[in-house]
């Protein structure tokens, strides 16, 4: 399982690991632009279809598009700035719902 996000990567790791979370991932990439690209660079590294692949975002525009467009299963993280920003007919209803990581455990079956 491999974990593509935005933001600073020691920040965002930390969250990973105070919720022992960081070992679900065998690779972690954070990117600053284009999550889309990384999304897609990923699933080609890694020699996946889009369908066995989860999408976790805590935006419906972003992270949540883009899986539901391409068929992988999407896990809207419901939380903090963004928590409001409601699925659309563009984005489409995520797959789950989630308002703390910890919940990924359930999902992944951890």
Excluded: C
Excluded at 19 to 40: A, C, M, P, R, V
Excluded at 57 to 75: K, L, P, Q
Excluded at 80 to 107: C, D, S, W, Y
């Amino acid at each position: 399982v491999s974990l593509v996000a935005n933001g600073d990567f020691e920040s965002r790791y930390r969250v990973l690991q105070e919720n022992n979370l960081d070992k679900l991932f065998t690779k972690t990439i954070f990117t600053q632009s284009d999550k889309d690209g990384s999304y897609e660079a990923t699933i080609l590294d890694l020699g996946l279809e889009p369908s066995e692949v989860a999408v976790v975002d805590d935006r419906m525009v972003r992270g949540i598009r883009w899986g539901n467009r391409r068929g992988a299963t999407t896990i809207w993280f419901k939380n903090g700035r963004f928590a409001e920003e409601l699925p659309t007919a563009e984005t489409g209803e995520p797959t789950h719902i989630i308002t703390n990581l910890v919940e990924l455990k359930e999902i992944f079956g951890y």
